[in-house]
Antibody, heavy 117, light 108 residues
């Protein structure tokens, strides 16, 4: 069974940093692209970032230069380093497994990031 | 950036009725469109991929159609557990991957 479990969310002040993690199981992690998608409270879904199997990375324009996606295949884990956080980054952050270049099939339950003073 | 527009914003129907949800793209996405269901407090669940293919374990009452810029998700006979928010998503031109704003399907 495919499982994705996010962690690392919490309350942080504007300008601060957080590192999100996503632990995976039930599939061969190294063979799949992986994504982060966020959802602000009461709002819709917004794609944030992706990392391909070869390590190429892709970002939403508003987070480029502030967020860094990475993966550690040996530990079946995905990460999102978030710096210079803003109030508008407040959201539940989901990790999702990719398929067929840009598809998203399995999702974790999400971790809440709140940026507030 | 590809913009997806879903309609209606809210759909009020009764169990047993047929639901038709629409998603329109501002440029062609070929058949690279998916549909997700999201219930309160839960992660999105993939229902349909590549416009018309049901994902694993999805009941046959869910079907998708369309190509290019016009897509439809149909639920043939609503069950109580189908009342949720539905999103379309394109993977034709990215980054960024984009989603529609969602359609809320509520019980009438």
């Amino acid at each position: 069974e495919v499982q994705l479990v996010e962690s690392g969310g919490g309350l942080v002040q504007p300008g601060g940093s957080l590192r999100l993690s996503c632990a995976s199981s039930g599939f061969t992690f190294s063979l799949y692209d992986m994504h982060w998608v966020r959802q602000a409270p009461g709002k819709g879904l917004e794609w944030v970032s992706a990392i391909a199997t070869a390590g190429d990375t892709y970002y939403l324009a508003s987070v480029k230069g502030r967020f860094t996606i990475s993966r550690e295949n040996a530990k079946n884990s995905l990460f999102l380093q978030m710096n210079s956080l803003r109030a508008e980054d407040t959201a539940v952050y989901y990790c999702a497994r990719g398929y067929n270049w840009g598809g998203l099939d399995y999702w974790g339950q999400g971790t809440l990031v709140t940026v507030s003073s | 950036e590809i913009v997806l527009t879903q309609s209606p914003a809210t759909l009020s129907l009764s169990p047993g009725e047929r639901a038709t949800l629409s998603c329109r793209a501002n440029q062609s996405v070929s058949s690279y469109l998916a549909w997700f269901q999201q219930k309160p407090g839960q992660a999105p669940r993939l229902l349909i991929y590549d416009a018309s293919n049901r994902a694993t374990g999805i009941p046959v009452r869910f079907s998708g159609s369309g190509s290019g810029t016009e897509f439809t998700l149909t639920i043939s006979s609503l069950e109580p557990e189908d009342f949720a928010v539905y999103y379309c998503q394109q993977r034709s031109h990215w980054p960024p991957i984009t989603f529609g704003q969602g359609t809320r399907l509520e019980i009438k």
